[in-house]
C-alpha cells in the first residue's frame, strides 16, 4: 500500500523547510578558498533546484486537479466521495505494520535529516578544461578556429580574437544574414551559457538578459518574439524603411519575394536577440576575458617545462589547501613568499631569477637573490653603511662593485686621476675680450700687460 496523499504532502513540506534550513546554514560557512567556495554555490544551487521541484508537485497536489485530496480528506471522517467505508482498510493496514515490527524488532529507523546534512559533504562534479584553470579563465580556441576560417572573420591572433570577438557591429550586415555566422553566434552562446552554469551557480541568467533591454528604457516584458522584436528595432532600422540597395533585385517590389522578406526580419530579429544576450555576456565576463588575455600572453613567455612545472605547482597548492588557516603552506619548490604569504608563481620565480645568487663582500658577504634585488641593494643601508665603514663615497662608480678590495682600488685610481686633472684657474679659467674672443687666464693676462687688449 503507498503512502497516502496527505502523508506525501507532510512529507514534501519537511523537506522544503529542511532544505531552507541547509541553504542558511551552508551560506553561513566561509569558504576557505575559491575552489571551496565555488563548491559551495554548486551545492547551494543543487538544494534550490530540489526545492524548486518539491514545491512544484506541492503546487500539483494543492490544485487537486483529480479530486484525490479532497477524497482522501473526507476519508478522514470515516467515509470517501463514493460512501465507501474505510475502517477495515485501516485495521487490515495496522495488522500488517504491527505483524513486520514483530518479525523485525531491531529494524532501524531512518532519520532524513541524516540523509539531507550529507548533502552539505559532498563535492559536486564540475567539468573544467586544463585551459579554463577550474573556471578562472575561458577556454575559446574552439570558437576562434571557427571564427579565423569564416568568411566574416579575420586572421588573427588568439589574444586579439578575445579583445574584438564581443565586437559584432564590425561585421557587415549581408555576411549576418548567413547560416556560418548564426551558427557561429550559436556556438558562442552555448558555451558562454554552459561557462556562466559552471561557475555563476547562484546567478539569475533571465534577471541579467532581461537588463540588456531595461538598460536602454524598453519593456523587458512579453514573449521571446516580443523581446526580439524590440532587440531588433534597437538595433537595426526597419526593413520597410531600409533602402533599395540593402535589398535583391525586385524584392521589394514582387509578391514572390514577399515571404523571402518576411524571414529575413524573422532572421536578423533572431541574429540580434543573440547578439544582445552575447554582448550582455561579455559585460558580465570583462574581467574574467582580461585575465584570459593576461594567461595567453603570459604563457607565451614560458617554456614547456616552466609551464608544467607551474601546472604542479598550482595542482598541489589546490590538494594541499585546508580550512585550518594556521596549516603549514606546502611549498616543495621553496619559493619565495608574496604579498598575499603564498609562494609566488613559479613562471615569476623564473623571470625576475630568483634561483640566482649574489653575495656582497662590502655588506658583509649578505646574499641577495635575483637581479633585481642585487642592483637595487646598492642603494639600500647595508651597502652604503658598508662603504662609509671603507672611507668611499657610495658613487655610481662602485655600482657592480662587491669586493672590498677592487673597491679600495678603484678608488685610489679615481683619486689619482683627480689629483692629475688638479683645476688650475691660470689654464682653464677663461675671459672673454670686447670682441667675444675667448682666452684663458695666462693668456688675457699676457695680452692685457702687452696693452693688445
Given at each position: 500500500?503507498?503512502?497516502?496523499?496527505?502523508?506525501?504532502?507532510?512529507?514534501?513540506?519537511?523537506?522544503?523547510?529542511?532544505?531552507?534550513?541547509?541553504?542558511?546554514?551552508?551560506?553561513?560557512?566561509?569558504?576557505?578558498?575559491?575552489?571551496?567556495?565555488?563548491?559551495?554555490?554548486?551545492?547551494?544551487?543543487?538544494?534550490?533546484?530540489?526545492?524548486?521541484?518539491?514545491?512544484?508537485?506541492?503546487?500539483?497536489?494543492?490544485?487537486?486537479?483529480?479530486?484525490?485530496?479532497?477524497?482522501?480528506?473526507?476519508?478522514?471522517?470515516?467515509?470517501?466521495?463514493?460512501?465507501?467505508?474505510?475502517?477495515?482498510?485501516?485495521?487490515?493496514?495496522?495488522?500488517?505494520?504491527?505483524?513486520?515490527?514483530?518479525?523485525?524488532?531491531?529494524?532501524?529507523?531512518?532519520?532524513?535529516?541524516?540523509?539531507?546534512?550529507?548533502?552539505?559533504?559532498?563535492?559536486?562534479?564540475?567539468?573544467?578544461?586544463?585551459?579554463?584553470?577550474?573556471?578562472?579563465?575561458?577556454?575559446?580556441?574552439?570558437?576562434?578556429?571557427?571564427?579565423?576560417?569564416?568568411?566574416?572573420?579575420?586572421?588573427?591572433?588568439?589574444?586579439?580574437?578575445?579583445?574584438?570577438?564581443?565586437?559584432?557591429?564590425?561585421?557587415?550586415?549581408?555576411?549576418?544574414?548567413?547560416?556560418?555566422?548564426?551558427?557561429?553566434?550559436?556556438?558562442?552562446?552555448?558555451?558562454?551559457?554552459?561557462?556562466?552554469?559552471?561557475?555563476?551557480?547562484?546567478?539569475?541568467?533571465?534577471?541579467?538578459?532581461?537588463?540588456?533591454?531595461?538598460?536602454?528604457?524598453?519593456?523587458?516584458?512579453?514573449?521571446l518574439q516580443q523581446r526580439a522584436e524590440r532587440l531588433f528595432l534597437m538595433k537595426h532600422t526597419p526593413l520597410d524603411q531600409l533602402d533599395k540597395k540593402h535589398f535583391g533585385k525586385g524584392s521589394r517590389t514582387s509578391q514572390e519575394n514577399g515571404g523571402s522578406i518576411v524571414l529575413q526580419q524573422n532572421s536578423m530579429k533572431e541574429i540580434a536577440l543573440m547578439e544582445a544576450k552575447l554582448q550582455r555576456m561579455c559585460e558580465f565576463f570583462k574581467e574574467r576575458i582580461i585575465q584570459t588575455k593576461e594567461n595567453v600572453e603570459k604563457k607565451q613567455a614560458l617554456t614547456y617545462e616552466e609551464m608544467e612545472a607551474e601546472r604542479e605547482e598550482e595542482e598541489v597548492q589546490a590538494d594541499s589547501e585546508s580550512d585550518d588557516d594556521e596549516q603549514q603552506i606546502y611549498n616543495p619548490l621553496k619559493l619565495p613568499m608574496g604579498w598575499d604569504g603564498k609562494p609566488i608563481p613559479y613562471w615569476l620565480y623564473k623571470l625576475h631569477g630568483l634561483g640566482?645568487?649574489?653575495?656582497?663582500?662590502?655588506?658583509?658577504?649578505?646574499?641577495?637573490?635575483?637581479?633585481?634585488?642585487?642592483?637595487?641593494?646598492?642603494?639600500?643601508?647595508?651597502?652604503?653603511?658598508?662603504?662609509?665603514?671603507?672611507?668611499?663615497?657610495?658613487?655610481?662608480?662602485?655600482?657592480?662593485?662587491?669586493?672590498?678590495?677592487?673597491?679600495?682600488?678603484?678608488?685610489?685610481?679615481?683619486?689619482?686621476?683627480?689629483?692629475?686633472?688638479?683645476?688650475?684657474?691660470?689654464?682653464?679659467?677663461?675671459?672673454?675680450?670686447?670682441?667675444?674672443?675667448?682666452?684663458?687666464?695666462?693668456?688675457?693676462?699676457?695680452?692685457?700687460?702687452?696693452?693688445?687688449?
Amino acid at each position: 500500500m503507498s503512502s497516502t496523499l496527505l502523508e506525501v504532502t507532510r512529507s514534501a513540506h519537511e523537506d522544503v523547510e529542511r532544505l531552507e534550513r541547509l541553504v542558511v546554514k551552508e551560506l553561513q560557512r566561509e569558504p576557505a578558498s575559491n575552489r571551496d567556495q565555488l563548491f559551495q554555490s554548486h551545492r547551494v544551487r543543487n538544494m534550490i533546484d530540489t526545492l524548486i521541484s518539491t514545491t512544484h508537485k506541492l503546487v500539483e497536489v494543492y490544485e487537486d486537479k483529480d479530486n484525490a485530496r479532497k477524497d482522501e480528506i473526507a476519508a478522514l471522517g470515516g467515509q470517501t466521495a463514493s460512501g465507501v467505508n474505510l475502517f477495515g482498510a485501516f485495521y487490515d493496514r495496522l495488522k500488517e505494520i504491527r505483524e513486520y515490527h514483530r518479525r523485525h524488532p531491531l529494524a532501524r529507523v531512518i532519520d532524513p535529516t541524516e540523509e539531507f546534512e550529507e548533502l552539505l559533504k559532498e563535492e559536486p562534479h564540475i567539468e573544467f578544461s586544463g585551459e579554463e584553470a577550474f573556471g578562472r579563465y575561458l577556454d575559446m580556441h574552439e570558437l576562434y578556429n571557427e571564427y579565423i576560417n569564416s568568411k566574416f572573420g579575420e586572421p588573427v591572433e588568439y589574444s586579439a580574437f578575445l579583445d574584438t570577438f564581443s565586437q559584432f557591429q564590425k561585421v557587415p550586415r549581408h555576411l549576418k544574414l548567413t547560416r556560418q555566422y548564426k551558427d557561429y553566434l550559436t556556438h558562442l552562446l552555448e558555451y558562454l551559457l554552459s561557462y556562466f552554469e559552471r561557475t555563476e551557480p547562484l546567478q539569475d541568467l533571465g534577471r541579467m538578459f532581461s537588463k540588456a533591454l531595461g538598460a536602454r528604457g524598453l519593456k523587458v516584458g512579453g514573449t521571446l518574439q516580443q523581446r526580439a522584436e524590440r532587440l531588433f528595432l534597437m538595433k537595426h532600422t526597419p526593413l520597410d524603411q531600409l533602402d533599395k540597395k540593402h535589398f535583391g533585385k525586385g524584392s521589394r517590389t514582387s509578391q514572390e519575394n514577399g515571404g523571402s522578406i518576411v524571414l529575413q526580419q524573422n532572421s536578423m530579429k533572431e541574429i540580434a536577440l543573440m547578439e544582445a544576450k552575447l554582448q550582455r555576456m561579455c559585460e558580465f565576463f570583462k574581467e574574467r576575458i582580461i585575465q584570459t588575455k593576461e594567461n595567453v600572453e603570459k604563457k607565451q613567455a614560458l617554456t614547456y617545462e616552466e609551464m608544467e612545472a607551474e601546472r604542479e605547482e598550482e595542482e598541489v597548492q589546490a590538494d594541499s589547501e585546508s580550512d585550518d588557516d594556521e596549516q603549514q603552506i606546502y611549498n616543495p619548490l621553496k619559493l619565495p613568499m608574496g604579498w598575499d604569504g603564498k609562494p609566488i608563481p613559479y613562471w615569476l620565480y623564473k623571470l625576475h631569477g630568483l634561483g640566482q645568487e649574489f653575495k656582497c663582500e662590502i655588506c658583509g658577504n649578505h646574499s641577495y637573490w635575483g637581479r633585481r634585488a642585487f642592483e637595487r641593494h646598492f642603494k639600500e643601508w647595508r651597502h652604503q653603511h658598508g662603504m662609509r665603514c671603507l672611507g668611499i663615497p657610495n658613487t655610481k662608480n662602485f655600482n657592480e662593485i662587491t669586493s672590498i678590495q677592487e673597491a679600495k682600488e678603484l678608488w685610489e685610481r679615481i683619486q689619482e686621476k683627480q689629483g692629475l686633472n688638479k683645476w688650475r684657474p691660470d689654464l682653464e679659467e677663461e675671459y672673454e675680450d670686447k670682441e667675444g674672443n675667448i682666452y684663458n687666464k695666462k693668456t688675457y693676462t699676457d695680452l692685457q700687460r702687452q696693452g693688445l687688449i
